[in-house]
């Protein structure tokens, strides 16, 4: 008798946690979630310019811009979540997939990159900005990019006493691990995100408990 307790009782447990409780529950935690690392990515944006990290305006405006679009559509599949709302959480679904898209590539071109491939990236950033070199040389205390040059200008405290060595001997010490860091973070991001589609669709397609059983919402 115990045993039919049990096991009626674990089918029991699995059915409601496969249903619509279960699935509107799971997809308010994932955006949630996806808020807090929104505000995060605001507020180191935020912190690093008010401290003077980060001179860059482009930098911190990119961050900020990209913690402002995560932020939105949190918040929009937070609220189709709490309602229930088929068109919100459509439009949810498809940003958070076209998203998923983006962020997998980018991930994994920032794994599959080679040593030529990531000079060749260094040296575009570099030339884009001068505010950039000048952060890059102050913070790695180097002076130009492949070669080192006393006839031009720099901020660098080694400059001063001519012991320079080029940015870019310094830079790809660390490269490799960083591409790895953040190819790792996509990747793991990515795939919360192809979960938030397969929650939506699921979610979307279930009926509301509390609401009239003839009735498809």
Known sequence: ?????????????????????????????LNILY????????????WG??????????VVGGVIGVGIFLFLVAVVGLIGALKHHQVLLFFY?????????V??????????LNKEQQNHL????????????????????CCGFASVNYNETCSAPCFYNSSCVSCVSKIQVHTEEVLRFVGGIG?????????????????????????????FL
């Open 103 to 112: 962020q997998f590539s980018v991930s994994s071109a920032c794994l599959a």
């Open 122 to 141: 260094l040296e575009v950033g570099w030339n884009t900005s001068d505010t950039t070199q000048r952060d890059v040389e102050n913070s790695l205390d």
């Open 49 to 58: 310019k008010w401290f003077g990290l980060i001179s860059s305006f482009q």
């Open 93 to 101: 679904m498809i940003i958070l997939f076209m998203v998923f898209v």
């Open 35 to 46: 808020i807090m690392v929104s505000l995060l990515m605001i507020g180191i944006a935020a």
């Open 1 to 29: 008798m115990m045993h039919r307790f049990d096991r009626d009782g674990g089918k029991a447990f699995t059915m409601v946690c496969g249903g619509f409780t279960c699935s509107k529950n799971s997809l308010c935690a």
């Open 187 to 215: 990747l793991f991001f990515s795939f919360s995100e192809i979960l938030g589609v397969w929650l939506t669709y699921r979610y979307r397609n279930q009926k509301d408990p509390r609401a009239n059983p003839s009735a």
